[in-house]
Structure formats: C-alpha cells, structure tokens
C-alpha cells in the first residue's frame, strides 16, 4: 500500500474533524471565500458526509471559527487529505498574505453520544 493510502488516524470506523481558526477580525470575510473553495474540494472526496464551519458570535480582536466535518472512516478522511487539489488549496490558505490564520485541527471519534428520550 502506498504511504498516502495508509490511515494516519488507525480509525476504520466514523470520524469527526474539529479545526479550530482565528483569523484577525478585518480577515474574516476573506477566510470564509477562501475556507469555502478549500471545503468544497473536500466534500467531493469519498467518504465525505457533511461540513460545518461556525463562527463565534463575538469578535475582538480576532475572529474565531470552528470547523466541524463528519466522515464515514478515518481511513477515508486519511486518503482525501492526501488529495494533491486539497493540498494546494490548503497551502494556498495558509501562504495567503491577505489571512493570518492559526489553526489547531484533531480528528475525533464519538466517546458519549446523548439523544433525546
């Protein structure tokens, strides 16, 4: 198996990725037009099953975004990172003179999950 296939999670099972962004105030409107075309590279890769970014209702000085995606398997979430479209999408995010990101991403798998009775 070529090293781009090989699961960096060790997860067969769903996954959920959290990326947490802050991005200056002033940037935010810019990081959302570039997030989108970089999301949307991704939600074509096998295994996608849904995206969210969310924003924080409070600015100052920076603006703070959550990143949420859901994906049938750590696997699958491994080979579409590996995707060379979405890793020059995403270095064009990060060498973006105009955007000042820092960002702390994780995959996560469920520990409790809570429904209504």
């Not at 769903?14 to 409107?29: F, G, Q, S």
């Amino acid at each position: 198996m070529s090293h781009a296939l090989e699961s960096k999670t060790g997860v067969d099972g769903p996954v959920t990725l959290i990326k947490n962004y802050a991005v200056p105030a002033a940037e935010a409107e810019h990081f959302v037009e570039v997030y989108r075309e970089n999301a949307r590279i991704m939600s074509t890769q096998p295994g996608f099953v849904r995206s969210r970014l969310h924003r924080a209702l409070a600015d100052a000085p920076e603006a703070r975004f959550v990143h949420v995606a859901d994906w049938s398997s750590g696997t699958a979430l491994d080979r579409a990172t590996a995707n060379p479209e979405w890793l020059a999408s995403l270095r064009r995010m990060f060498d973006d003179p105009g955007l000042h990101i820092t960002s702390e991403p994780a995959a996560y798998r469920v520990a409790v999950e809570l429904h209504p009775f």
